[in-house]
């Protein structure tokens, strides 16, 4: 670490130390090359460890080498070489500590010149914080934190900000005293949102969006009494399993189907940050589910015309005509079978399948069709109907709301939002109250059995068969094909 040379080399510039805020202060070229100013001169954030690390300075006009040094380690400068930016620079900071003048003219005494030292600093939104009040806080006059908030609303609702969400500011000295220059603010793990100045002194937000690599990861998993706590000890991330939920949802009713002993494997991608931060997850590429001892093995493979499918091994779609579980697997509760959520199955009496799930839960029409009925209907409570092909309907109760546009005569399409799990009309507690009707009599889900998903052939089965090979092949690499992983303790 060098920075302590800069400090007692440069002592003539008096750089202060920020404590608490950014490590350090540095002088840059705005404050003398005036409107070449502040999108070349601010640096985000992450270039403060580069600006510690900088190399020892040559010439007594450090400060300003410093900065351009950071500049170019962000890329923004990208024509100017080092020993321009100091020949540039020099001259002036000379007339500058000799004669206390600027070159523009304008008389400054030497107990000026330490405002003229930019600085930056981080702040933290704190709990019912507004990013235009913190700024306020921070020493940003109100015209211009207004400003700033308005420019950010192009990419960044301001209102969305969270207490802890930290903001990085660069002040500047200017003919009024320290002004924000740019402000640099994190708003996920790939993007930045930064706010600068442009040459006419105007706020411009702009993203700044980091590269990020993708990887593969294969996971497998015993369930022992929960499908999500299973899998997460296996290292299987909840929006996966919801993926893997939504991806067998055709075939397999999660609420009553799934046992203590079935398994699941899955191969899926990851993005990571150059960093190695974790960034979004990917697709599933492959997933195998273990039910009553029959497998179900199935891969993600998209077609030369770009429709993207999961397929058994032989080639035909999982896609059926109506959904086997209608509804959010992510927010479905997570204890499987009967012992922690006393679930009715189909029968004669009962006339449809209940699936237990917190208030708010998006419920999805099981198939494409048009909705015959959307209102209050007795002890269903809100309730809709759904008219499909083949003589089929499906019907929705005890609905805390339908989803907006839902009336009678609107089209759906399979796994659309129609509705959120409530417990209107004759209802105990929150459940999706589900029935399959067919020639206007409630029918067992399970019977329903057509397909419609493409079937490949010809030489898009050959191409989907060596994307199996190859799944395969990437499965067993990454150790997924060992053993299952040893679940010890029950959820
Ligand atoms: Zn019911």
New binding site residues.
């Given amino acids: 670490m060098r920075h302590r040379d800069l400090f007692t080399r440069s002592n003539r510039l008096r750089l202060r130390y920020i404590v608490g805020l950014v490590a350090i202060t540095s002088l840059t070229l705005t404050s003398f090359l005036g409107s070449m100013s502040s999108s070349v001169a601010f640096a985000p954030a992450r270039s403060e460890l580069a600006r510690m690390d900088m190399p020892s300075p040559k010439s007594d006009v450090i400060l300003a080498s410093v900065s351009a040094e950071a500049d170019l380690e962000e890329g923004i400068i990208q024509d100017i070489e080092q020993d321009d930016a100091d020949k540039a620079v020099a001259p002036l900071l000379y007339a500058l500590e000799s004669e206390g003048n600027l070159a523009g003219g304008d008389v400054m005494g030497p107990a000026q010149l330490k405002d003229m030292v930019a600085r930056e600093d981080v702040i933290e939104i704190g709990a019912g914080d507004t990013i235009g009040g913190a700024l306020q806080v921070a020493g940003v006059g109100g015209a211009a934190a207004y400003r700033v908030v308005k420019a950010m609303g192009k990419h960044y609702d301001p209102r969305s900000i969270k207490p802890g969400q930290a903001i990085s500011l660069r002040m500047e000295p200017s003919a009024n005293g320290m002004e924000l220059a740019a402000l640099s603010m994190k708003i996920n793990a790939t993007t930045e949102i930064v706010i600068a100045r442009d040459t006419q002194g105007r706020f411009v937000a702009v993203l700044d969006k980091k590269q990020v690599i993708l990887h593969t990861k294969a996971a497998k998993a015993k369930i022992e009494t929960s499908l999500y706590g299973s899998a997460a000890r296996a290292g299987i991330p909840a929006s996966i399993v919801a993926e893997i939920i939504k991806i067998y949802s055709y075939d397999v009713d999660f609420q009553r189907d799934i046992r203590r002993g079935d398994q699941i494997e899955a191969l899926y991608e990851t993005y990571e940050t150059e960093e190695g931060d974790f960034a979004r997850y990917g697709h599933v590429l492959y997933a195998n589910l273990m039910v009553g001892g029959k497998k179900i093995p199935v891969y993600r493979y998209e077609s030369k015309g770009g429709v993207v499918d999961y397929y058994r091994e032989n080639g035909t779609s999982l896609k059926r005509i109506l959904m086997q579980t209608p509804i959010d697997g992510a927010r479905m509760s997570s204890g499987f079978g009967m012992r922690h959520h006393p679930v009715?199955g189909y029968n004669k009496m009962?006339k449809?399948v209940?699936f237990a799930a917190p208030r708010g839960t998006p419920i999805y029409a099981a198939g494409n069709g048009t909705i015959e009925k959307a209102g209050r209907h007795g002890g269903y409570g809100n309730y809709i109907r759904i008219r499909h092909s083949n003589g089929l309907k499906t019907a929705y109760a005890h609905m805390r709301k339908f989803a907006k546009g839902m009336s009678s005569g609107k089209r759906v399409t399979q796994g659309q939002i129609i509705g959120y799990v409530g417990t209107t009309g004759r209802s105990t507690g929150p459940h999706l109250?589900f029935e399959v009707l067919k020639g206007g009599k409630q029918v067992n889900p399970k019977s329903i059995k057509s397909s419609v998903g493409e079937k490949l052939a010809g030489k898009s089965l050959k191409n989907f068969k060596q994307e199996i090979f190859l799944i395969k092949q990437k499965y067993a690499s990454l150790g997924g094909d060992t053993k299952f992983a040893n679940n010890a303790h029950s959820d």
Avoid: K, M, P
Wanted: no cysteine; charged share 20%; hydrophobic share 20%.
């Fill in positions: 009715l009962h449809g209940d109250h």
